[in-house]
């Protein structure tokens, strides 16, 4: 999909979304003023209104994408979003669950029965049912279970035995697989008995008569070779392939460097179990993406951006508090210099320079480091070239930025003493920032933590502190 594209779709969705706000504020306006004129037929009236609007809100949503649906949903505020659910058909409450964020998904389970819900899973697959069950009811997923087949409930036990970060989580159980013995021309008359393929079925698999994967047939060859041909002549046989356990991060990885739509997983002994498909992938990559964003700036979970007062600040207290206690730690700082700032005013000026620009190089070192390790770029071999090479930047950048702003300085207040204090104090802090910027993410890595969690907190706190403590302490030193 072209750039342009992806616009036109997004103002779409945008002029949809408009117009379902525009059908809810027009029936909230109809029950205003039919309340507050009397007369014996102003029920009557507001009945037929209301339920005129509910109706051209319904065939909208009617028309529209479970996807768009859920885009919808969440840009609603709870009262609204709720009367817009209702007016979804049953039918689609499955795939519109699994479509919105999970914040929104928890407002959208707790306002339906278990009989909605045990409908709504009843039309999902093993995989999609494994990604929901988490969220459902106890007595619900027991429910679900009961009603499952054998090969059903095994399936879902299954997925939901791994770790949400394993391939084992992700991978489909809907595959086409065929024998490497028989002909093209059999495969096709196979596939047409078939009516309808799996979503994202770009390959078949080939395994033996114990389920044991031998390669995969493109669907592509399959059309393009002569129909005489033995399936053995044609498939691949090093296909890219996964067991249960491996790390999903890393599966993504391999999708985007091979340019894969889908990929076989087998257990220990090589046989296929499932699949994984380039649709669980996206949805994995938006996923660690808006993750590490929220984790950066101190945020626990994801938030929905309609949730409850006492919701989000339970989601956001903990680092603004360990925010506030570095803020007193730099405002200390700054208190031991007190003498040297009411002899120099013009260091109160400047020293918020040093702390922002150390700051903003911290997060670029920080931002660069997080993404190449989640791309496996960093290893013990390369640290301390890594390190050497950032330091190298923020000397450059320090030498050169904190020449200009020490030059601003002289011309501000007539002292080439400041301007060379300014100059120093800049590049110090700034390889303070490179410093701390590659040395957080890989402490918290080794600790097991997310490299990116309250790692733009830390590093603002290290170069506020440490640009105030550089920039006074320099001052004091040589100018006073």
Do not use: C
């Amino acid at each position: 999909m072209t750039e342009v594209e992806v616009k036109k779709v997004q103002e779409s969705l945008q002029d949809r979304l408009a117009q379902v706000i525009e059908l809810l504020q027009r029936q909230r306006l109809v029950e205003d003023l039919t309340h507050r004129q009397e007369g014996q037929h102003n029920d009557l009236v507001e009945s037929l209104v209301h339920r005129q609007n509910l109706v051209e809100l319904q065939r909208k949503l009617d028309d529209l994408h479970p996807a768009d649906i859920a885009y919808i949903l969440e840009a609603l505020p709870l009262e609204d979003r709720l009367t817009v659910w209702q007016l979804v058909r049953s039918d689609r409450d499955g795939d519109i669950l699994l479509e919105v964020s999970d914040a929104v998904r928890q407002t959208l389970i707790a306002d339906m029965d278990d009989h909605e819900l045990l409908a709504a899973a009843k039309e999902m697959d093993a995989d999609e049912l494994a990604d929901l069950a988490p969220e459902l009811p106890r007595d619900v997923v027991h429910e679900l279970m009961e009603s499952l087949d054998a090969q059903q409930r095994e399936r879902v036990r299954s997925a939901l035995s791994y770790d949400e970060e394993q391939v084992g989580a992700l991978m489909d159980f809907e595959m086409v697989t065929i024998r490497e013995d028989v002909s093209l021309e059999v495969v096709l008359r196979y596939l047409r008995r078939l009516k309808e393929l799996p979503s994202h079925t770009d390959k078949l698999f080939v395994v033996d008569h114990g389920g044991i994967l031998k390669g995969v047939l493109p669907i592509k060859r399959l059309l393009v070779n002569d129909p005489d041909k033995k399936v053995a002549e044609v498939m691949a046989t090093d296909p890219v392939s996964f067991t249960p356990e491996e790390d999903a991060y890393d599966a993504a990885q391999a999708f985007e460097r091979y340019d894969l739509i889908s990929t076989p997983v087998v257990d220990k002994n090589g046989r296929l179990i499932g699949r994984l498909t380039i649709d669980e992938m996206v949805d994995l990559i938006r996923e660690e993406s808006e993750s590490e964003v929220l984790n950066m700036a101190g945020l626990r979970e994801e938030e929905d951006i309609f949730a409850s007062v006492w919701r989000s600040l339970r989601n956001r207290w903990a680092w603004l508090a360990i925010n506030l206690i570095t803020a007193f730690v730099a405002s200390r700082v700054i208190g031991l210099f007190e003498g040297s700032i009411e002899k120099l005013v013009a260091l109160a000026a400047l020293m918020p320079i040093v702390a922002g620009i150390g700051g903003n190089s911290g997060n670029q070192t920080i931002t660069m480091i997080v993404r190449a390790m989640a791309l496996d770029q960093v290893s013990p071999g390369n640290t301390r070239r890594l390190m050497r090479k950032e330091l190298a930047v923020s000397l450059l950048n320090g030498l050169i930025w904190g020449g200009v702003i020490g030059v601003v300085a002289f011309m501000l207040y007539g002292s080439w003493s400041l301007g060379v204090v300014m100059t120093a104090a800049m590049t110090l802090n700034l390889l303070l920032a490179a410093l701390m910027g590659v040395l957080i993410p890989m402490t918290l890595a080794r600790l097991g933590r997310d490299p990116a969690m309250g790692s733009s907190v830390m590093i603002t706190a290290v170069t506020d502190s440490g640009g105030f403590f550089i920039f006074l302490g320099l001052a004091t030193l040589f100018l006073l």
